[in-house]
């Protein structure tokens, strides 16, 4: 959709369309992503990858790949997993160990085994394949279900259970409740293994230089802790890891988070003394990367009143993370900030279970566990309206937060900060013709077809904090996720931005240019935003959790409000008056009501920089600032049974998806997409319009057609493009977004954060209108994703009179 | 045997280039790593996401599914050559900057290959033919709504000018 030249909210900048400072590079060819960086002498990495779900590790014999041309190395798991330590976990469960290469057994196929270092990556591919393993399978689980049960085979027997974390949450007065409301439903919704695939696999550069002793990296990362859990586990103090951020991001959405694949090679590039890259082909992407989604089912019960008021819910949460984990168990942790959806449900129980199987280990996805939780949450409300025979839309409205009620706190503890969900339900509804829509649905049937419409509701919890950390593991006092920017002025007057992250398409370069022109009222096109390296960075979290609006664009803020404020002090200085008889504009200062007695900014900045002798008596002389900001309302630890305050803003976005389904292909078309969506002040309208269309893809997806299948003995049959399927432009229609906007009070600028709309609702919707089409034939569907199969079956058992 | 190097001449970007290359080489690596023209991006390696294509003698291809000696006496055009002669963005390249049709750029050069060969053929393609052109061409963050927008805005953009 296209946006307004000026500013909706009274800015100068802020809100007004703006092309991304990014893009020129981009379309010209010219950005710098991991693969092209080509290090003098640099060396390649290849892998050999279990071929076995569970197996021992024998023996391994790397005589003939060593004796092949152009190799320089072999490295095992015996001396690499002796030689580093084992990658960090979030919850507590220090048995659970984890290294890029297998320590004596492999846990599921794909697994790496051993690497491979050459002079060309496909001499790497050469030698590795004369690498003979042997092995001896062991007993292996892969349905989670079968993990649960006794007796199972234990994925870690060292930890004595496939259970990574389970802990039962009841928040207000859960069975009370079920008691006495009129109406009880139960269900399961089942949320298939998918993630995010960017188009750019994971990469990582290293070279060690034995003269400083410092190992530089440059990764395709986005990843909190990067650096210091790099050096954690080589062993080495934090300042020998130095990070280079200014390496472009080919897509990442959450999942690029290489911490495996960066000890590898900072350990050979350490070891070999040579630099040392490795970027991921697609398979090792799908498979070995360890960047598979959440694979979760829930059991939903609701307990409900004729008039369609949701008195509580009770949710149990299995979640299949795979062989290893990360922060993947944390995954059940966030949605705790948004568990019963934007409704004003007083009691909940929430019964989380982290889960391993023999299968490739989960890393974070786009909403961190929200998109699922919403899926069945919305699968709820719309099996509650019609458990009533009641209108889902009138439904929603009902048990929606409604505006007076902010701030809002929920049953788990969270208290939301602004909204009007009841107002962007209505503007998406009346962009999408609801009376329209319907019609057309009920034509369709009446002519034969197929058709149905779907409605979603959710929150978009923004502001990334890690308060599930605390809550999911209390030996971990983690309170702070703060974010940081140093702002400078140079001599000539110049701006620049120093951000402390790399990015993937977010464009931070646009936002704190964006930012810092608001604030010193310069024109944003002059300012240039360039990233530190880890160990010049300030402090920073990286873009996770839909947290650079609010915290990148907060620490801008501030930064920029101390030069400002630094600049009037000098003007006062000068003029012997006080600070408040001076005012600011176009970075120039004047007196009040004398807008001709006045220093301009290249005068102050001047001063700032050469004449210390016009700076008030103990100012630093230069030009320049820093602020780093804790996370707003952050900072707590959880309460005996489990309520915290975990994000700080909640934006929200309501679905509207009309779907016609093929009788006999059982093709799913999607005719209609409106989202509406209020993520309070919008920084850069485009930016935030364009990742809600990405995410409304991503979410198609998600609903439709991606999964990573398993074979029974645990070989992934989905690990190329052509079975793991991406939405293509074929399959992913017009979208219509409607903008709102609910200002956080929280916020420099109003704004909330946004990066995981369109993925947070949309699976959600998309399931409610497959529904809603299948529901005049008596079948449903609640597993994702609905692929043509399933609808395809679905549609038959029901003309069998067999509903599955 | 990888060992064995086969003499190519290609023309890429308007410039004659001569080189040995193994037969294994693709053409992706060729232009790569050995002409370190690092605009074309590698993303799946067997033909399906696009991020590789460029253009052989002006039609879209997969430049990781075809050898370099498979170039060899063609004209290859890749996103460095779309550019105007002065070095500016092409009406193209400024449109995906105006509508935001890319996020993190990775799958763009592909994307912009794809565009412009359809704009090439056709300077006024419904928004069915531009789906269909980049239908071949995975992208991970735009949804493709302002891809489509931007090849739109080009379309008329060129037409106007003319």
Redesign the interface.
């Given at each position: 959709m296209s946006v307004a030249e000026k500013s909706p909210y009274g800015y100068r900048y802020i809100g007004a369309k703006r092309?991304?400072k990014?893009?020129?590079?981009?379309?010209?060819?010219?950005?710098r992503?991991v693969?092209?960086i080509?290090l003098p002498g640099m060396k390649h990495v290849a892998l050999v990858a279990s071929p076995h779900a569970s197996a021992r590790i024998v023996a391994v014999d790397t005589k003939a790949a060593l004796a092949m041309p152009g190799v320089l190395y072999v490295l095992t798991g015996e001396e690499f997993c002796a030689a580093t330590d084992s990658l960090a976990i979030g919850v507590d469960a220090p048995k659970v160990t984890r290294w890029a290469l297998a320590r004596g057994v492999v846990r599921y196929a794909g697994e790496w085994v051993a690497a491979v270092v050459a002079e060309s990556r496909?001499l790497a591919e050469?030698a590795a394949e004369r690498i003979d393993v042997e092995y001896e399978t062991l007993p292996h689980v892969i349905d989670p279900e079968e993990a649960l049960k006794p007796g199972a085979p234990l994925v870690h027997p060292a930890h004595g259970s496939n259970v990574l974390y389970h802990r039962k949450f009841v928040w207000g007065p859960v069975e009370e409740a079920f008691a006495k409301a009129g109406h009880r439903i139960a269900f399961r919704a089942t949320w298939g293994r998918s993630a995010?695939?960017?188009?750019?696999?994971f990469g990582v550069a290293a070279q060690w230089d034995a003269g400083t002793g410092i190992l530089d990296i440059w990764a395709s990362i986005q990843m909190p802790k990067y650096p210091d859990q790099t050096a954690r586990a080589l062993r080495l103090p934090g300042n020998a890891v130095r990070v280079h951020y200014d390496v472009?991001?080919?897509?990442?959405?959450g999942v690029k988070r290489g911490i495996k694949h960066t000890v590898l090679v900072g350990y050979l590039a350490k070891k070999l003394g040579v630099p040392v890259r490795f970027v991921e082909?697609?398979l090792e992407n799908m498979r070995g990367g360890d960047m598979q989604g959440p694979d979760r089912f829930f059991d939903m019960q609701v307990a409900f009143d004729a008039d369609g008021t949701i008195r509580a819910l009770k949710i149990r949460a299995v979640d299949d993370v795979g062989a290893y984990a990360g922060r993947s168990p944390f995954q059940l942790g966030k949605p705790v900030t948004a568990i019963c959806g934007p409704y004003a449900i007083p009691a909940v129980e929430y019964e989380p279970t982290s889960l391993m199987t023999n299968k490739t280990p989960q890393e974070a996805v786009r909403g961190f566990g929200q998109s699922p939780t919403n899926f069945a949450i919305e699968r709820a409300i719309d099996r509650v309206a019609a458990h009533l025979k009641m209108d889902r839309v009138e439904l929603r409205r009902k048990n929606l937060i409604r505006k007076e009620q902010f701030p809002y706190t929920i049953p788990s503890g969270s208290t939301y900060d602004s909204g009007d969900y009841h107002a962007v339900l209505d503007k998406a509804l009346a962009a999408a013709d609801w009376p329209a829509l319907v019609r057309a649905r009920d034509d369709a049937r009446r002519a034969g077809r197929l058709a149905g419409i779907g409605v979603s509701t959710c929150l978009e919890p923004s502001g990334g904090n890690s308060a599930f950390e605390v809550l999911f593991n209390p030996k971990v006092e983690n309170t702070t996720w703060m974010d940081s920017c140093l702002v400078r002025v140079d001599l000539s007057g110049a701006v620049t931005g120093v951000i402390n992250n790399s990015s993937?398409?977010?464009?931070h370069e646009s936002l704190v240019s964006t930012v810092l022109g608001e604030i010193l009222e310069r024109d944003p096109a002059g300012v240039r935003v360039v990233r530190a390296d880890s160990l010049t960075a300030l402090p920073s979290n990286s873009p996770v959790g839909s947290r650079m609006a609010v915290m990148l664009g907060g620490a801008a803020a501030g930064a920029a409000k101390t030069i400002r404020e630094t600049l009037i002090r000098i003007a006062a200085h000068n003029f012997e008056c006080s600070p408040e008889d001076l005012e600011y504009r176009d970075g120039n200062v004047n007196l009040k009501g004398a807008p001709e007695k006045r220093l301009t900014w290249d005068q102050l900045v001047e001063i700032a920089h050469r004449k210390y002798h016009k700076l008030p008596p103990g100012m630093e002389p230069g030009l320049q600032a820093k602020f780093t900001w804790q996370v707003p309302t952050g900072g707590g630890l959880p309460t005996p049974d489990g309520r915290i305050q975990i994000y700080p803003c909640y934006s929200f976005e309501a679905h509207v998806v009309f779907v016609e389904i093929d009788r006999d292909t059982a093709k799913p078309a999607l005719r209609k997409y409106v989202v509406g969506h209020d993520c309070g002040v919008m920084i850069n309208p485009?930016?935030v319009?364009?990742?809600?269309?990405?995410?409304?893809?991503?979410g198609i997806g998600a609903a439709l057609y991606e999964k990573f299948s398993y074979t029974e003995d645990g070989q992934l049959a989905s690990g190329?493009?052509?079975d793991y399927l991406?939405p293509?432009?074929?399959e992913?229609p017009?979208?219509k977004i409607v903008d709102h906007c609910t200002p956080s009070p929280l916020t420099e600028f109003g704004q909330k954060g946004s990066g995981e709309a369109?993925y947070l609702g949309g699976p959600a919707a998309i399931a409610n209108a497959v529904n809603d089409a299948l529901a005049p034939l008596g079948a449903a569907i609640d597993t994702l994703p609905m692929s043509h199969l399933a609808i395809w079956e679905a549609i038959t058992a029901s003309r069998r009179g067999t509903p599955p | 045997m990888s060992g064995t190097l086969h003499s190519i001449s290609v023309e890429v970007n308007g410039v004659r280039r001569e080189a040995r290359v193994p037969a294994r080489l693709s053409l992706v690596d060729w232009l790569r790593d050995e002409l370190r023209l690092t605009g074309t991006h590698v993303g799946c390696e067997h033909g399906v996401c696009g991020a590789c294509s460029v253009m052989l003698d002006g039609e879209p291809v997969r430049s990781c599914l075809m050898y370099a000696v498979q170039a060899h006496g063609h004209r290859v055009t890749t996103v460095e050559g779309l550019a105007k002669a002065d070095g500016s963005m092409s009406v193209l390249q400024d449109s995906f900057c105006e509508t935001h049709g890319l996020q993190c750029g990775y799958c763009t050069p592909g994307m912009l290959i794809a565009a412009q060969a359809l704009l090439d053929a056709n300077p006024d393609p419904g928004e069915e033919q531009i789906r269909d052109a980049i239908g071949g061409n995975l992208c991970r963050c735009t949804g493709y709504q302002p891809i489509v927008d931007a090849v739109k805005l080009a379309a008329e953009r060129m037409r106007g000018a003319k």
């Open positions: 092309r991304a990014e893009h020129p590079r981009f379309v010209t060819g010219r950005g992503y693969a092209d080509a496909a050469d995010t695939v960017p188009i750019e696999t472009d991001v080919g897509g990442s959405y082909d697609r993937s398409g977010q464009g485009d930016i319009h364009g990742m809600t269309y990405g995410g409304v893809a991503h190329t493009f052509m991406i293509s432009a074929m992913v017009g979208v369109g | -």
